[in-house]
């Protein structure tokens, strides 16, 4: 069972800051999705093969044409900073 603390737990491993009405909200959540794990737990699925997918896999691609670049300057148009024919960067080595 997922208790109050474990529920500040996982909030604080995530970054989250959570009222007192979302940790109960969020703990009953929780509680209601292991409980229906549990539940899977007790189906036979011996006779089931291991899947990665339950659906075939399909990569939907384009083909590749060639054409011509983005201009220069139409690319640096809307850089925050930009200087000559480059993006300017905030310096991050010291």
């Given at each position: 069972m997922i208790t109050r603390d474990d529920v500040h737990h996982i909030a604080r491993l995530s970054r989250?800051?959570?009222?007192?009405?979302?940790?109960?909200?969020y703990g009953?959540?929780?509680n209601a999705i292991i409980a229906y794990v549990e539940q899977l737990n007790n189906l036979d699925t011996g006779d089931v093969?291991?899947?990665?997918?339950?659906?075939?896999?399909?990569?939907?691609?384009?083909?590749d044409s060639i054409r011509p670049p983005l201009p220069r300057e139409e690319a640096?148009?809307?850089?925050?900073?930009?200087?000559?024919?480059f993006y300017r960067v905030p310096k991050i080595i010291e």
């Open positions: 989250l800051s959570l009222s007192e009405t979302e940790t109960a909200t009953d959540q929780l093969e291991p899947t990665s997918h339950v659906i075939p896999l399909k990569n939907v691609t384009r083909v640096l148009r809307n850089a925050p900073d930009a200087t000559g024919r």
